[in-house]
Nanobody
């Protein structure tokens, strides 16, 4: 079992930055591809970013447009999402998720993930 706990959410003004962190416990993350998804009010869950289990590939949702960066530190069992130039439409609950042997091509859809965190709220004011 892997437990995922997100942190770093909060309230920020448009144009500001936040750094989210996902900390794992229970098992090593080295064999898991890691992703961030988000779900805004009244919206479906949306893919944000993913990093392969090897850490050599990343992919981002179309709306990111260079504003976010995903990274991982297997030794610390953490995955980070640095978010810059935030917009009010980025307001959502952000979730991290883990997929065993996850390769980039398989990680943009929310199905098939082995573990999910409980989410952290990000609110961007205009």
């Amino acid at each position: 079992q892997v437990q995922l706990v997100e942190s770093g959410g909060g309230l920020v003004q448009a144009g500001g930055s936040l750094s989210l962190s996902c900390t794992a416990s229970g098992r090593t993350l080295e064999t898991y591809g890691m992703s961030w998804f988000r779900q805004g009010p009244g919206k479906d869950r949306e893919f944000v970013a993913a990093i392969s289990w090897i850490g050599d590939s990343t992919v981002y949702g179309d709306f990111v447009k260079g504003r976010f960066t995903i990274s991982r530190d297997n030794a610390k069992m953490t995955v980070a999402l640095q978010m810059n130039s935030l917009k009010p439409e980025d307001t959502a609950v952000y979730f991290c998720a883990a997929k065993k042997w996850g390769r980039i091509a398989s990680m943009t859809a929310s199905g098939g993930y082995d573990y999910w965190g409980q989410g952290t709220q990000v609110t961007v004011s205009s």
